[in-house]
């Protein structure tokens, strides 16, 4: 469980590299992360090749019924704070999880990748995905599978009440 925690100012430069999160590389089997922040600075940015995000890099594996709620990331790099090749969000690069309830999340940043990008999850393979109450405002580049909230998912995931301001290309 992630709880409570704030990191401010990160450069974490993965070039190559798969599996990146502003808090967290990989979970697998994870549980839930509550009130948790990451602020990026001018000089901030989150750079890998795949599964990259800004709160967690890759989770998957994860029990049914995890609870993501009251996260946010927020960028004032005027550039693309979050970059990746496939796989990259605001909050989760990839999540490859079942049942699990999204709530109150918010991600103010520019997000570049290529395959599965996401203003909040780039590659949302999970199972009733439940989005709600969420928000996503920025600039989000990709060529395949891009998205405000997130890039690619399943049928099944349902998103209620969220918002997108963004320029998306």
């Not at 469980?1 to 993965?14: M, S």
């Not at 798969?18 to 590389?25: E, L, M, T």
Request: with cysteine.
């Amino acid at each position: 469980k992630i709880k409570n925690l704030t990191i401010n100012g990160v450069v974490i430069e993965g070039s190559g590299y798969s599996n990146i999160g502003g808090f967290v590389g990989e979970s697998d089997y994870g549980g839930d992360v509550d009130n948790c922040t990451l602020i990026l600075n001018a000089n901030s940015k989150i750079l890998g090749s795949a599964y990259v995000g800004g709160i967690i890099g890759y989770q998957h594996d994860v029990p049914k019924d995890q609870t993501i709620h009251n996260l946010t990331v927020k960028s004032t790099n005027p550039g693309n704070a979050i970059l990746g090749a496939n796989g990259v969000g605001g909050l989760i690069g990839s999540a490859s999880i079942r049942e699990v309830t999204v709530t109150n999340c918010h991600v103010e940043a520019n997000i570049s990748g290529e395959d599965c990008t996401g203003g909040l999850i780039g590659y949302a393979s999970g199972l009733y995905m439940n989005i709600t109450d969420c928000a996503y405002c920025g600039n989000l580049s990709g060529t395949y599978g891009v998205g405000g909230i997130y890039g690619y998912g399943g049928l099944d995931n349902i998103i209620t009440s969220c918002k997108v301001d963004a320029t998306i290309t």
